[in-house]
């Protein structure tokens, strides 16, 4: 059974760090290209990042592109998000997905003082 | 970036009725190397990760009903629930994975009449 676990949210003071974690299980995550989405409270969906199967190739949205940094451990079958410089506006679920059927349930995360 | 328009922001249909959401994208999404649509269609009900129903803009996801079916090309895009079931409330969202930054629509609140 595919599964996707985030952990690592939280609240945290506007211009602080948090690093999301996805633990993946049930498929090769070696294999496939990874992604993370978010979704402020009450608000729609949002893409946030994605990476390579191999990690080489990552992309970013703009709102992020320069704070934000995703990474990945194929040994540890493990996605990762660096977030650096947390404004209010990053208050949102992060979700992390395959790209295609297969979600987390999501963690959490709020910026305020 | 390509933007995602949906219509309507919120529909309601009776049960047993049709329901049609629509799909605007600001660019073409078809892929003339393969021909498909890099479009997807996903459902949300609250406190739940998108569920993921159609893929490739017709290809309906394994274990979906098949009251739910996509339809259109390039840049225009339609979600049929073709006979509403109480359990079909939720939002639903557009997404094209034809480029990056992958974009979703605003989103689309199905309601019972």
Known sequence: ?113 | DIVMTQSPDSLAVSLGERATINCKSSQSVLSSSNNKNYLTWYQQKPGQPPKLLIYWASTRESGVPDRFSGSGSGTDFTLTISSLQAEDVAVYYCQQYYSTPVTFGQGTRLEIK
Not at chain 1, 52 to 79: E, M, P, W
């Open chain 1, 1 to 113: 059974e595919v599964q996707l676990v985030e952990s690592g949210g939280g609240l945290v003071q506007p211009g602080g760090s948090l690093r999301l974690s996805c633990a993946a299980s049930g498929f090769t995550f070696s294999s496939y290209w990874m992604h993370w989405v978010r979704q402020a409270p009450g608000k729609g969906l949002v893409w946030v990042s994605h990476i390579s199967s191999d990690g080489d190739t990552t992309n970013y949205a703009d709102s992020v592109k320069g704070r934000f940094a995703i990474s990945r451990d194929n040994t540890q079958n493990t996605l990762y998000l660096q977030m650096n410089s947390l404004r209010a506006e990053d208050t949102a679920v992060y979700y992390c997905s395959r790209g295609d059927r297969y979600w987390g349930q999501g963690i959490l995360v709020t910026v305020s003082s």
